[in-house]
């Protein structure tokens, strides 16, 4: 009787520690998907700082400014994800993975967040400033849930309705008081932050057949990667700004650029590993916190003011964007791993 006493007792430690384990994983998890959101609230601060330096101050063109904006920022993540990939030794399964139909749907997913999804945040920034463009683009899960349910027929439910109607409110509150200074284009800068809502979105939707077959880290690569090119040989040449994006390279404004695009890598690195560690839900609903990290950055590094509307509208789109992606209830509940 002993015997199976001390056996019982051996197993239930055994389970015990399997679940510590299991839990000490996924708090480590949680602070990788906080970390995507700090560190993509600072990207969209650190690119406002850099277009409003030289060359890009007195470019007649609304687009140019933004679009090399946004190839050199692709280009310093891109960057960043090669050598994290050379190095962990993943290098070779870029080539594999671009053989196959889940790779090819990463580049599709790409098209959207890149050309599309990134130019309209970076036009956002341009024209409506930082921590308005970056509140606005966190209704992307509103719309992503849409998407998913007219495309992938995934049923709505009630909370979720509930999470997407708080999005919209919110970035009704948001854009109802322009920020004081030279904001022009201040509601188009809004609809080009809308337009990045709906290209995050969709790569989202793209993901889900995608992503399942090919390694998180190399797809965030390929993601990168591609969306660099196609600006680099498509969008830059299309729009007149290859001069622009010659003359960049003799302004202190590239290395503001270029650390903007590792922030983005770092961002991407720390939502993929967050994604691995934690689950989707929990992940999502911190890296969607990056709104008010570009609120606290915008006020910290760039002196920005922070108006009731600006954090009241951010405050209600994060609250309904969690809602979206999760229920709350899972999302504190660390030991239901």
């Given amino acids: 009787m002993s015997v199976i006493n001390s056996t019982v007792e051996l197993r239930a430690k055994a389970q015990q520690k399997a679940l510590d384990l299991r839990v000490s994983h996924a708090k480590q998890g949680l602070v990788w998907a906080l970390g995507s959101g700090i560190t993509w609230g600072m990207n969209g601060i650190i690119l406002g700082i850099a277009l409003a330096m030289a060359p890009f101050v007195g470019v007649v063109s609304l687009y140019a400014a933004p679009l090399v904006g946004a190839t050199l920022n692709e280009g310093g993540?891109?960057?960043?994800?090669?050598?994290?990939?050379?190095?962990?030794?993943?290098?070779?399964?870029?080539?594999?993975?671009?053989?196959?139909?889940?790779?090819?749907?990463?580049?599709?997913?790409?098209?959207?967040?890149?050309?599309?999804?990134?130019?309209?945040?970076?036009?956002?920034?341009?024209?409506?400033?930082?921590?308005?463009?970056?509140?606005?683009?966190?209704?992307?899960?509103?719309?992503?849930?849409?998407?998913?349910?007219?495309?992938?027929?995934?049923?709505?439910?009630?909370?979720?309705?509930?999470?997407?109607?708080?999005?919209?409110?919110?970035?009704?509150?948001?854009?109802?008081?322009?920020?004081?200074?030279?904001?022009?284009?201040?509601?188009?800068?809004?609809?080009?932050?809308?337009?990045?809502?709906?290209?995050?979105?969709?790569?989202?939707?793209?993901?889900?057949?995608?992503?399942?077959?090919?390694?998180?880290?190399?797809?965030?690569?390929?993601?990168?990667?591609?969306?660099?090119?196609?600006?680099?040989?498509?969008?830059?040449?299309?729009?007149?700004?290859?001069?622009?994006?010659?003359?960049?390279?003799?302004?202190?404004?590239?290395?503001?650029?270029?650390?903007?695009?590792?922030?983005?890598?770092?961002?991407?690195?720390?939502?993929?590993?967050g994604l691995n560690m934690t689950g989707a839900a929990r992940t999502t609903g911190l890296n969607i916190t990056y709104a008010l990290w570009g609120v606290f950055f915008g006020w910290l590094i760039m002196h920005s003011p922070m108006t009731p509307t600006l954090i009241a509208g951010s405050v209600i789109i994060t609250l309904g964007a969690v809602l979206i992606v999760a229920n709350p209830k899972e999302l504190i509940n660390i030991r239901e791993v």
């Fill in 77 to 273: 993540g891109s960057l960043l994800l090669f050598f994290y990939n050379l190095f962990s030794g993943k290098f070779l399964e870029y080539g594999r993975t671009l053989r196959t139909k889940p790779g090819m749907l990463v580049c599709l997913g790409a098209l959207c967040a890149g050309p599309i999804a990134m130019s309209g945040y970076l036009v956002g920034i341009n024209m409506a400033g930082p921590m308005y463009t970056l509140a606005i683009t966190t209704a992307f899960p509103a719309v992503g849930a849409i998407f998913a349910a007219i495309f992938l027929k995934e049923k709505i439910m009630s909370r979720v309705w509930f999470g997407i109607i708080l999005t919209v409110v919110g970035a009704i509150v948001v854009g109802y008081a322009p920020p004081t200074g030279n904001f022009p284009h201040f509601y188009l800068g809004l609809i080009f932050a809308t337009l990045a809502t709906f290209g995050w979105a969709a790569e989202g939707v793209i993901a889900t057949y995608g992503m399942d077959m090919v390694d998180p880290e190399v797809s965030s690569g390929i993601r990168e990667a591609t969306s660099f090119v196609v600006y680099l040989v498509a969008i830059i040449p299309l729009f007149g700004a290859l001069s622009l994006f010659g003359r960049v390279f003799v302004h202190a404004s590239l290395w503001w650029l270029l650390l903007a695009g590792v922030i983005s890598g770092m961002s991407y690195l720390c939502y993929y590993k």
